[in-house]
């Protein structure tokens, strides 16, 4: 926020500048939030006499961190250290945002406001595999998965760790493998995978049979990754997404939804991945619009 008025500096989604400017009065600043430019400095500050401009710069976060390449701020100072407050979610994190070892790639991310309490979502995705079979079934019954009817819901877990919590599909028998490439992975990602997994995580899957699903961390972001048919055909394709649920008022949230993929990924996979994104959740997903039936 711009030291003069307290006006957002920067809008843009994404990118990189060298300077911003703020559009109120046009005070200018590096990108290391130094400012440099003042307009009437002279006239109205009576230059740097009135106002000192010799280390002034934009206020930093109060508690800034990052986890596998997210960005995480706190405005409390006193905030823990990101990997206490993650705690044992950081385990199931690692799924979504750590498939190997050159990070992920965002597309987004897409915005659109839903009248419904911003709780009802984040609490939906931490844990509520009860609501699938009855307001998804459409999407069932037009053939988007594999499996013809919602049965794999029954078979699932829920889970709580840390600050975070969520939900898990039960997988058919097999191997690691097997299971990885049930729900569409190619070869060389699962080669990928089981570099950067702890030995844990891997049981997860090819022990235990649970491959993750839906996710929350306190307060108000959330995760998802499913796979649905893309092609004519029986063949799934993975998608990962992560969002946001902003508080505009007490019945009215603005949703920011990205699109992730491993950065590693095969370039067919990342688009046909988007495209699976793309028909389940985001502004037009098919699940979107049920659930947004239900939260309004």
Not at 37 to 45: D, I, R, S, T
Not at 116 to 138: C, L, R, V
Not at 143 to 160: H, S
């Amino acid at each position: 926020m711009c030291l003069h008025r307290g006006m957002q500096v920067c809008r843009a989604e994404m990118g990189n500048a060298s300077h911003f400017r703020c559009p109120y009065h046009g005070w200018s600043y590096r990108n290391d939030g130094r400012i440099v430019g003042l307009p009437f400095h002279e006239e109205a500050y009576g230059g740097e006499a009135g106002f000192n401009r010799k280390g002034a710069r934009l206020l930093p976060a109060p508690s800034l961190d990052s986890y596998n390449g997210l960005i995480f701020i706190s405005m409390d100072p006193d905030a823990p250290p990101l990997i206490d407050y993650l705690g044992d979610f950081a385990f199931y994190l690692d799924y979504y945002t750590k498939q190997s070892s050159s990070g992920i790639e965002l597309r987004g991310p897409q915005r659109w406001r839903v009248k419904a309490n911003w709780k009802i979502g984040a609490e939906n995705f931490a844990g509520d595999m009860y609501h699938t079979p009855q307001t998804h079934t459409s999407v069932v019954e037009i053939g988007l998965f594999r499996e013809p009817k919602a049965e794999k819901r029954k078979d699932g877990n829920t889970y709580r760790a840390g600050n975070g919590g969520g939900t898990t599909y039960k997988l058919p028998e097999g191997t690691l493998e097997e299971r990885l490439r049930y729900v569409g992975y190619p070869d060389e990602m699962i080669d990928r995978m089981k570099e950067v997994w702890s030995q844990d995580q891997l049981n997860v899957i090819g022990e235990n049979g649970f491959m993750i699903s839906a996710a929350s961390i306190f307060p108000n972001m959330s995760f998802v990754h499913n796979w649905p048919k893309v092609e004519d055909g029986d063949d799934v394709l993975p998608f990962i997404s992560i969002r946001t649920w902003q508080p505009i008022s007490e019945n009215e949230t603005e949703v920011l939804s990205w699109f992730a993929v491993d950065a590693a990924a095969p370039e067919e996979f990342k688009a046909l991945s988007y495209k699976a994104y793309l028909m389940c959740f985001g502004s037009t997903g098919m699940f979107e619009q049920d659930d947004v039936e239900n939260w309004g």
